[in-house]
């Protein structure tokens, strides 16, 4: 379990987040939702200690985050960035032996290559293996991202706004598979997603950000309701069901 306690961020003069408490349950998929601002990035960005809170501490199966050195972090959590560059041209394989560098450190074994060729497979790059990251679209270059944190094999898998540049193709084979990994494999995962069909018809659970504190968080099915998403976004949500799926309707 990811605990967070009263923590809270800033820039500068200008608060972001502001005495957050939260619990993210080991083994689920986990939704971070919100309003754009709401400070759902820069949460995801100090639970993997890309940046320093002002106050309050984060704990992953009670040790303190910041106390976990890069290393051993590296082959517990895996993350993808919302924007995703590399410095160098990069063919698609070896962004993806990135993933393997916790475990090999750089001294590839026939593990890692199997690891690697397993998220090839799964991501459906087999073909683009070869190319170079810029000469993909943004779809593929995502795809390739996350095939990396995939092939990292950690048991928490952070991803930043992970459905943009996807097609719907592709966007819904991204939440069955995260959703496969939590229930086949036991890994947790923890989204930041705008989409609020995917986020409550995909995760078990969410915590829901407005204006850098917690609105509501919990299990989707006693947490996701009418009322609070419509508090959430400020606009009419209504909630039916598809396919025994809980399903948004606010565009009418």
């Given at each position: ?21 939260a619990s993210i349950p080991a083994?689920?998929v986990t939704a971070l939702i ?219």
């Amino acid at each position: 379990m990811i605990q967070v306690t009263n923590l809270s961020c800033g820039i500068a003069s200008s608060p972001i987040l502001k005495g957050i408490a939260a619990s993210i349950p080991a083994g689920r998929v986990t939704a971070l939702i919100g309003p754009n601002g709401a400070g759902k990035s820069t949460l995801l960005k100090l639970i993997a200690q890309q940046l320093t809170a002002n106050s309050g501490s984060i704990t992953l199966d009670g040790v303190e985050v910041s106390e976990i050195g890069a290393r051993k972090l590296a082959q517990k959590m895996a993350v993808v960035a919302q924007h995703l560059t590399v410095a160098s041209r990069v063919r698609v394989q070896d962004l993806i032996g990135f993933g393997r560098w916790p475990h090999s450190q750089g001294r590839l074994t026939a593990e890692d290559r199997a690891a690697i060729d397993d998220a090839i497979a799964r991501f459906g790059l087999s073909a683009l293996r070869q190319r170079f990251l810029d000469e993909l679209s943004g779809g593929q270059r995502q795809r390739a991202f996350i095939a990396m944190a995939f092939a990292q094999d950690t048991d928490w898998l952070l991803l930043d706004e992970p459905l943009n540049n996807l097609d719907l193709h592709h966007a819904r084979n991204l939440m069955s598979r995260l959703r496969s990994l939590a229930e086949d494999r036991g890994k947790s995962i923890v989204i930041v997603v705008h989409d609020l069909n995917y986020a409550i018809s995909w995760s078990d659970h969410v915590v829901a950000l407005k204006d850098g504190q917690v609105a509501f968080q919990g299990p989707v099915a006693e947490t996701a309701t009418a009322a609070n998403l419509t508090d959430l976004y400020e606009t009419p949500v209504a909630i039916t069901q598809s396919d025994g799926r809980p399903f948004a309707q606010y565009h009418r």
